[in-house]
């Protein structure tokens, strides 16, 4: 599995190749990006680069769930992402969009989401077959930013994506060598572990927890300044249990964020609590949230492979869709 997240720089090529290929002209009032799992993190993707992008023009709604807020309309663009494309809850979702008029967009590398979007003429950005979808995040992600920079909401410019892909190949060594020690270090606490990190890398946290569920089977917290700081950081006077490690990822080019992340390591530290801390690297934030999930998703799967575990295998998932199946209602399109 390793190969699919050392391969990403291929990847974002083949994303590149693609760049353009669909591509929308309307003016949305607001843009939801509705998925799941793996492929729902894009959202999140998105939703970061757009709040930190000045004159951006439609606010983003990132929906991880089987219905839409009641406020997504016609006059919004709807993403519906899902890798395999037979993911009930964003079938449902899509469907939703559709039957409330608002346009609409699939992301997918088949299944349902791509037949029901041929039937209903929805625009299909498709990404490479064979992956398991957390390994398709920068294809995914790409996709969607190729979408909106046709529509002059750019996020990432085609430019900006090849230099990215140049980039993630050149620092892929020193991802390998981070990933290694990261493993190493939550292998030999064997505790409950924490990811802790300043706004806005939220979203690294998060990827980073789902990609150790689901890799490596461990259980994950999150927890993010200045937030943390109202309330996590009060939690750590008195737990139940001292067994815990943490993971710091700071970006050094945030004065303010890594500072706020020194102090969190000074009370995880006071609390007993062992600290491994992840520097980005990159010189913009796509390139920053790349790495870092790049650096976590390699790790994940080092550290199922010290463990002695599948890191393909996701039986909790499969378990869970097969109990959706029996009990939704929703006829595909
Ligand atoms: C990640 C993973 C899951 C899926 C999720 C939704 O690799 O396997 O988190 O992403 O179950 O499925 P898709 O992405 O196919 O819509």
């Known amino acids: 599995m390793k190969n699919y997240y050392l391969d990403w720089h291929k990847m974002i090529e083949r ?4 760049w353009g290929k669909v591509s929308v002209s309307f003016k949305p009032r607001a843009i939801a990006i509705t998925g799941m799992g793996g492929s729902g993190c894009v959202g999140d993707y998105v939703e970061a680069l757009a709040s930190s992008r000045e004159g951006f023009g439609s606010p983003i709604i990132v929906v991880k769930s089987s219905s839409l807020p009641k406020y997504v309309a016609g006059s919004d663009l709807v993403f519906a992402v899902s890798y395999s494309g037979d993911t009930i809850e964003t079938i ?4 939703e969009a559709l ?3 608002a346009r609409v967009v699939a992301i997918t590398s088949g299944g349902m989401l791509e037949e029901c979007s041929k039937i209903r003429g929805v625009p299909v950005v498709k990404v490479s077959e064979g992956l398991v979808p957390r390994a398709a995040l920068p294809e995914m992600l790409i996709g969607i930013l190729g979408v909106l920079d046709s529509m002059n909401l750019t996020l990432a410019s085609r430019d900006e994506v090849v230099e990215l892909a140049q980039f993630i190949g050149e620092r892929s060594l020193d991802a390998v060598n981070e990933a290694k020690a990261l493993a190493n270090f939550i292998y030999e606490s064997s505790s409950n572990l924490v990811i802790a990190t300043h706004t806005p890398l939220e979203v690294i946290a998060v990827r980073g927890k789902n990609e150790l569920n689901e890799n ?3 259980l994950v917290k999150v927890e993010v300044a200045p937030e943390w700081a109202h309330n996590d950081i009060v939690g750590w006077e008195n737990p139940f249990t001292r067994n815990w490690a943490a993971i710091t990822i700071a970006d050094p080019g945030n004065i303010l964020g890594a500072r706020l992340v020194e102090f969190m390591e000074s ?3 006071k609390s007993g609590v062992k600290v491994h801390k992840l520097l980005l690297k990159g010189s ?12 976590l998703g390699l790790a994940s799967v080092e550290l199922a492979e010290l463990r002695g ?3 393909l295998e996701t039986k909790g998932i499969a378990l869970y869709k097969k109990f959706l199946r029996e009990i939704a209602e929703e006829k595909p399109c």
């Open 267 to 269: 009370i995880y530290v």
């Open 92 to 95: 449902m979702a899509f469907g």
């Open 15 to 18: 994303a590149v190749d693609s």
């Open 99 to 101: 039957r409330r008029g």
């Open 309 to 311: 575990l599948n890191p």
């Open 216 to 218: 490596a089977k461990i």
């Open 284 to 295: 913009n934030l796509l390139e920053k949230l790349i790495y870092g999930s790049l650096v």
